[in-house]
């Protein structure tokens, strides 16, 4: 009998047990995908455990949701949102950027670390199209470890030598 998707995904993912139904597996998680209603919790969750760094191959974190913001809570999680993916090195998408670029664009930013030293939107050239300015919300120390090439870097203040943007 062949397998379904579900039943492919499990067996070629099975690290503990055997693949019978009814009983209990370990597999191995490669990917996630959170969004910014659930996002929070779960990230929160992750950081209870305590483990230091993330174990997948790709982790994103979403945010589609919540972006009409009435009290403080959304513009909250959504900065909570953005110190894990720095920290942990996940990689955070928002939608409200993505039909400003065509798709199959080439995508430069020159100057973007003079950009982010002085806290200025950094303009992006693409490929046959108008310049888009793109923004960011980060505070100066979140600029400092960008700059430095990560949280240890910066921590550690081993930082890379600084390359022509």
Aim: net charge negative; charged share 20%; aromatic share 8%.
């Amino acid at each position: 009998m062949s397998l379904n998707i579900v039943e492919k995904i499990l067996k070629s993912h099975l690290r503990e047990g055997d693949y019978k139904i009814g009983t209990k597996i370990g597999i191995r998680i490669d990917q996630t995908l959170t969004q910014d209603a659930t996002g929070t919790m779960a990230y929160l969750q992750f950081e209870a455990m305590g483990l230091p760094k993330l174990q997948t191959d790709l982790s994103v974190s979403y945010v589609d949701h919540n972006t009409v913001q009435v009290g403080f809570e959304n513009a909250a999680d959504h900065r909570y949102l953005q110190t894990i993916v720095q920290h942990y090195g996940l990689v955070f998408a928002d939608t409200r950027d993505y039909d400003r670029i065509e798709a199959g664009a080439a995508i430069e930013a020159p100057g973007w670390r003079n950009c982010i030293k002085q806290g200025q939107p950094i303009l992006l050239q693409l490929s046959g199209q108008a310049p888009v300015p793109c923004t960011y919300n980060l505070s100066e120390r979140q600029r400092n470890i960008l700059l430095a090439g990560g949280l240890l870097n910066y921590t550690t203040g081993a930082q890379k030598q600084e390359q022509p943007a």
